[in-house]
């Protein structure tokens, strides 16, 4: 199977060499495409100059849209996805996250980590998770690092913006894939502004909303229901069929009755 590395950019000049001389060291790899999601630095020269595909959208359109040019111009059977702020990935880390897909032991890898930042995802994610999706148990639920196979995420829906990682976490949840999560210990990213991580924390939370059905995408609706008030079922009956835990509900509702 072949094997096509997918790295989203946005200025990111002053990381993006890097990451690409460690994916070049991977031989397993067989293309490698940067996409330059409107950059107004220096990202797609220096991408270019490393002798890998680099295409370029003429104004940023987020990256998910960047993800989906990359699948749409990529030739393998696998895709990897990185990030391109990274100071610490090796090559190490990367073969480590394409092993599971090769070997036919999971459709999709994800990553966990140790990371000096991470604010969206301890503050946001990981909350958010804990509350509304208390049986999906992932270190890390928002990861840029990710292989899939590339049949599989064709079928997904996939928004333009900074929501898509946990988006695709979500659909694939859903469906009932392998997943795998490989911890590649430590990562540095570069350190994002303030005013950035707000519009990531405000996108990621649309997007896990919207994945629910609490939120809708066309007509903006939000409807806070209290069981069996508006809809005749009962709102976590919904959840639990929508993501696959009725029997883990069924036992822990079973185990915690409380008897008049």
Do not use: C, H, W
């Given at each position: 199977m072949k094997v096509s590395c997918?790295?989203?950019?946005?200025?990111?000049?002053?990381?993006?060499?890097?990451?690409?001389?460690?994916?070049?060291?991977?031989?397993s790899i067989d293309e490698i495409i940067v996409?330059?999601?409107?950059?107004?630095?220096?990202?797609?020269?220096y991408a270019k100059s490393q002798k890998v595909k680099v295409l370029k959208h003429a104004k940023n359109k987020g990256k998910g849209a960047a993800i989906k040019t990359g699948i749409a111009n990529s030739k393998g059977d696998i895709l990897l996805f990185l990030d391109a702020d990274l100071y610490s990935i090796s090559p190490k880390k990367i073969t480590s996250i394409l092993q599971p897909l090769?070997?036919?032991?999971?459709?999709?890898?994800?990553?966990?980590?140790?990371?000096?930042?991470?604010?969206?995802t301890e503050l946001v994610v990981k909350p958010l998770f804990n509350v509304i999706f208390p049986f999906i148990k992932?270190?890390?639920?928002?990861?840029g690092q990710f292989?899939?196979?590339?049949?599989?995420?064709?079928?997904?829906?996939?928004?333009?913006k900074w929501g898509v990682d946990i988006q695709i976490l979500l659909q694939l949840v859903k469906k009932g894939v392998r997943i795998s999560e490989v911890n590649i210990g430590k990562l540095i990213h570069k350190k994002q502004p303030l005013g950035n991580l707000t519009i990531m924390s405000e996108q990621v939370i649309k997007t896990i909303l919207s994945e629910l059905g609490i939120i809708a995408n066309k007509h903006k609706l939000i409807i806070f229901d209290f069981d069996k008030t508006l809809i005749r079922e009962s709102s976590i009956e919904i959840v639990a069929k929508e993501f696959g835990f009725e029997r883990e509900l069924k036992r822990l509702r079973k185990e915690h009755k409380v008897y008049a």
């Open positions: 997918i790295i989203p950019a946005y200025n990111e000049e002053s990381t993006i060499i890097n990451v690409l001389k460690n994916v070049k060291k991977v031989k996409v330059d999601d409107g950059s107004t630095d220096n990202t797609y020269k090769e070997n036919a032991e999971a459709d999709f890898v994800k990553t966990s980590f140790t990371r000096a930042r991470g604010r969206v992932f270190n890390q639920p928002l990861s292989a899939i196979k590339k049949e599989l995420i064709k079928e997904l829906m996939i928004d333009d």
